[in-house]
């Protein structure tokens, strides 16, 4: 019997999950869509881990989960360990790349930056005012200009002359490309345009006066996109790693996150075939209004966060 | 435009925990009677958001809808402060907002006085109380100073300890009573009393602090980085995650002991020009903060402020001359809270994994 742990990232587009053994060598993953629903994505991601790991003779001790629905699923999947996705995908890509020193991260809804020194973060930044040049964003164009995301790196490659786009925000860079589109701009020159705009951004955005040294790693769900990748190589001069894992990078994390804890507890898959429900509510108590939410497990009470003060705290009884 | 025969009541906006200092003065100074600002929520900030132009500053936000809030409950004598930004326009502005949705109310405006002639300075003060007695004023001042210093010696006090307590609310129990005693305070005599007795009270509570502790100084506009709401307790946040919190902002170190000078002097080699407003104290504090060696600095500033935002590349100059990250949050009426949460724990495991105290993960 091999020990096995679960990282969870259920971030706003996209959910994904690993599990990997105790020499962090990753067994099982998977890639799927939130859809707006982060408590099913992972009731079938679950079934897709259970799926992959069956008959391998490994037993899961420890979940981590990370990402902007991280206490919500930790909470539900009794998780050993609940962090934020800077430190998760810092942990992450340093474990696979030990000599890093830049990381590049852009998602379905934010961007980041993290600074790494001799293995530590010394310095990071966290785009979550706008979307502008974020994975939604680049979809929600592919859909304007015909074509699927998934094709728009390779696309974009076969530019020669990338068309300037204003970039600066995601209202002003539609009505920008719908300009140009119209102006008699080449399909993959402004496709390819996009792409140089969405590494503009992130560079004077989130990567004003870092100090961006080689190497370079770039995850997330953007980094899947070669059109982008070649576009930072472009600017910053030197080669941009991707690795093919780039996706699952915070999952990965966390999952070594939730091993080097030590915390083990009982996982059971069978969470996905129990009723998890949760309510959100205002508080009435005082003008402040806080949002609570509340996690049941087959009606049953097991979390609640939200309150700003004693005055809304609802107590979990055992 | 108060009616004749109205009882006055007089109400400066919240901020931090500086009302009853400024209640002393308009009640044993002015001679009436001094409404407590309702305490910041939700509501104040929609209520003020609602009313504002879109794009000014979020203090004018808050300060606006606290100004409807305290309209609601009876107040009838506002007052702002003068400073130098666009809060020497926030009287005039609110003023101008408040009248235009009908509200009667007088107005004293201290960016409207000429300081340099005690004319302009009595006219306005004969705003709030039209009989004032200008002797029993002066005579208030010293206790007023004195309760400012003390709330600001007890809440440095507190911000660096309350991380360790041993007992869970044992400080902000205290705090909250310490708060209550300063609400009725009749005399310099009766503070001195209360400062003795709740400053020993204070030192007495249990505290488990290890020798070494991680240190974060916050910096940031004078509004944002004072009023504990507009910042959403980014101070009570830290300390539960077990920092000592330093903040050198405050009304003691800015009007009591004006520290401009040696602030521009000791922040030159960083900024030779002021950049206006704080902006040179936050950048002078946070390069103290970093020779004190804090393990890291978080500047605080409301969305849009300029004077803090052209501090902010210099900022980053003094992060990269001595390794020590310095964070900058923005905040704006409409600021995801997922947004701050996250970012304040990456904050966290940086500094503690740079700290190297055995507990932080090698990244």
């Not at chain 1, 982060?38 to 079938?44: D, G, I, L, Y």
Request: with cysteine; net charge positive.
């Amino acid at each position: 019997m091999k020990k096995g742990y679960i990282g969870i990232d259920i971030g706003s587009i996209s959910t994904k999950g690993v599990v990997v053994d105790e020499k962090n060598t990753i067994i099982a993953s998977d890639y799927l869509w939130t859809e707006g629903d982060p408590m099913n994505a992972v009731k079938r991601l679950l079934k897709s881990l259970e799926k992959q790991i069956k008959g391998k003779d490994i037993k899961v001790v420890a979940v981590g989960t990370t990402g902007s629905a991280r206490k919500l699923i930790g909470a539900v999947t009794n998780a050993s360990v609940v962090k934020n996705e800077i430190t998760a995908h810092a942990i992450g890509t340093t474990t696979l790349y030990p000599g890093v020193n830049t990381i590049f991260e852009i998602g379905g809804q934010d961007s980041k930056i993290i600074i790494i020194e001799n293995g530590y973060v010394v310095d990071y930044a966290m785009n979550t005012l706008c979307a502008a040049g974020t994975g939604s964003f680049l979809s929600s164009q592919a859909h304007r200009l015909g074509v699927s995301v998934e094709d728009f790196g390779s696309i974009a490659l076969t530019s020669k002359q990338p068309t300037n786009i204003a970039a600066r925000c995601t209202v002003f860079a539609e009505s920008d490309l719908v300009h140009k589109a119209q102006m008699g701009h080449k399909k993959e020159d402004i496709i390819a345009g996009l792409c140089k705009a969405v590494v503009t951004n992130y560079l004077n955005n989130v990567g004003k006066g870092k100090r961006i040294k080689a190497p370079i790693v770039f995850q997330g769900g953007v980094s899947k996109n070669i059109g982008v990748k070649k576009a930072f190589e472009d600017a910053v001069g030197c080669e941009v790693t991707v690795d093919a894992n780039g996706h699952l990078m915070g999952a990965f994390g966390v999952a070594i996150l939730a091993k080097k804890s030590g915390i083990e507890r009982d996982f059971d898959f069978n969470i996905t075939a129990l009723d998890f429900k949760t309510k959100g509510f205002e508080c009435p108590k005082c003008a402040n209004h806080c949002e609570i939410m509340c996690v049941y497990r087959d009606n049953k009470l097991i979390d609640s966060w939200g309150n700003k003060c004693d005055n809304g705290a609802i107590r979990v009884n055992n | 435009m108060t009616k004749v025969n109205e009882e006055i009541v007089a109400c400066f906006p919240q901020w931090g925990n500086y009302s009853h200092a400024f209640k002393f003065l308009i009640e044993r100074g002015f001679g009436v009677k001094y409404m407590t600002p309702p305490p910041i929520t939700r509501r104040t900030l929609e209520l003020g958001s609602r009313h504002s132009p879109d794009y000014v500053c979020v203090p004018f936000k808050y300060c606006l809808g606290c100004y409807l809030e305290a309209l609601e409950q009876g107040a009838n004598c506002l007052m702002q402060i003068f400073g130098a930004c666009r809060l020497n326009y926030y009287g005039e502005l609110a003023e101008q907002i408040l009248r235009d949705l009908g509200y009667q109310f007088e107005f004293m405006n201290m960016a409207e006085i000429k300081w340099t002639s005690p004319r302009s300075i009595v006219e306005h003060m004969r705003k709030i109380n039209p009989n004032v007695s200008i002797a029993k004023v002066v005579a208030a001042l010293p206790t007023m100073v004195n309760m400012i210093k003390l709330i600001d010696k007890f809440d440095d006090f507190l911000r660096h300890n309350i991380g360790f307590e041993v007992n869970e609310g044992d400080f902000e129990n205290l705090a909250k009573e310490f708060y209550a005693s300063l609400y009725n305070i009749q005399s310099g005599k009766q503070l001195k009393r209360i400062k003795k007795d709740y400053l020993r009270r204070l030192k007495k509570i249990p505290v488990n602090k290890p020798a070494k502790t991680l240190k974060v100084g916050m910096v940031g506009d004078y509004y944002t980085v004072q009023e504990p709401f507009s910042n959403y307790y980014m101070e009570k946040e830290l300390a539960a995650m077990g920092m000592e919190v330093y903040r050198d902002m405050n009304l003691t170190n800015t009007l009591i002991h004006n520290q401009w000078k040696k602030r521009h002097r000791f922040a030159k080699k960083y900024a030779k020009f002021n950049p206006g407003a704080t902006a040179t104290f936050t950048i002078s504090e946070a390069l103290s903060y970093v020779k004190q060696g804090m393990d890291g600095v978080i500047q605080v500033k409301s969305f849009g402020c300029t004077p803090e935002v052209d501090s902010m590349p210099i900022l980053q100059n003094i992060s990269n001359d001595y390794r020590i990250p310095i964070l900058n949050f923005s905040f704006d009426s409409q600021t995801s809270e997922t947004g701050i949460k996250t970012r304040l724990e990456a904050f966290y495991d940086m500094v503690i994994a740079r700290k190297n105290t055995g507990k932080g993960e090698k990244a």
